[in-house]
T-cell receptor, first 111, second 118 residues
């Protein structure tokens, strides 16, 4: 899996939009970009996945530039409950390939 | 959506005893499951890949005789921590891949097991 680089931590106030950028310079042609969210003492939870341009769901948006060497997870109007660790993963969907997690970004939302 | 049930959610055991953690895929079959370990403030570290009907594949540095993995059916994988010691205290998480899943590689994670060895 392509190596990813994310900020270690971010702080935000409630109601603000939060953008977390992930660098993945060695992304391969067939790789997808996936973001997971993890709350303390829980397993990671899928947030969003994309290949190029923009993907939006009810939780977040994912922006991917044309060169795909980076991606940005956008969380609109965060609340205290969005405080978590966010992981960016890049790789090909393959039957026996496990997900390998980087350090993630610890987001703290402040009232 | 795909659900992975992990049990127990927490366990406290005495040093030297063994602890079994179960990981079940509830609404799909999983020929492959993955086990992770996570220490406080750290990321998930892959321990092993569990394959139904065959031996597990362990990551470098993970003792296969200490962390016994059994994947006897398409919906159940177990991790047994044998002769547990305080340094084995950690958060253990399993993951299963739903080959019929779409949009997220098909990977779903259990809720984790907090193991404390005293």
């Amino acid at each position: 899996l392509a190596k990813t680089t994310q900020p270690i931590s971010m702080d935000s106030y409630e109601g603000q939009e939060v953008n977390i950028t992930c660098s993945h310079n060695n992304i391969a042609t067939n790789d997808y970009i996936t973001w997971y969210q993890q709350f303390p003492s829980q397993g990671p939870r899928f947030i969003i996945q994309g290949y190029k341009t923009k993907v939006t769901n009810e939780v977040a948006s994912l922006f991917i530039p044309a060169d795909r060497k980076s991606s940005t997870l956008s969380l609109p109007r965060v609340s205290l409950s969005d405080t978590a660790v966010y992981y960016c993963l890049v790789g090909l969907n393959s039957g026996n390939t496990p997900l390998v997690f980087g350090k993630g970004t610890r987001l703290s939302v402040i009232a | 959506g795909a659900v992975v049930s992990q049990h127990p959610s927490w366990v406290i055991c005495k040093s030297g005893t063994s602890v079994k953690i179960e990981c079940r895929s509830l609404d799909f079959q999983a020929t492959t499951m993955f086990w992770y370990r996570q220490f406080p403030k750290q990321s998930l570290m892959l321990m092993a890949t569990s394959n139904e009907g065959s031996k597990a594949t362990y990551e470098q540095g993970v003792e296969k005789d200490k962390f016994l993995i059994n994947h006897a059916s398409l919906t159940l994988s177990t991790l047994t921590v044998t002769s547990a010691h305080p340094e084995d205290s950690s958060f253990y998480i399993c993951s299963a891949r739903n080959t019929g899943g779409a949009g997220n590689y098909g990977y779903t994670f259990g809720s984790g097991t907090r193991l404390t060895v005293v």
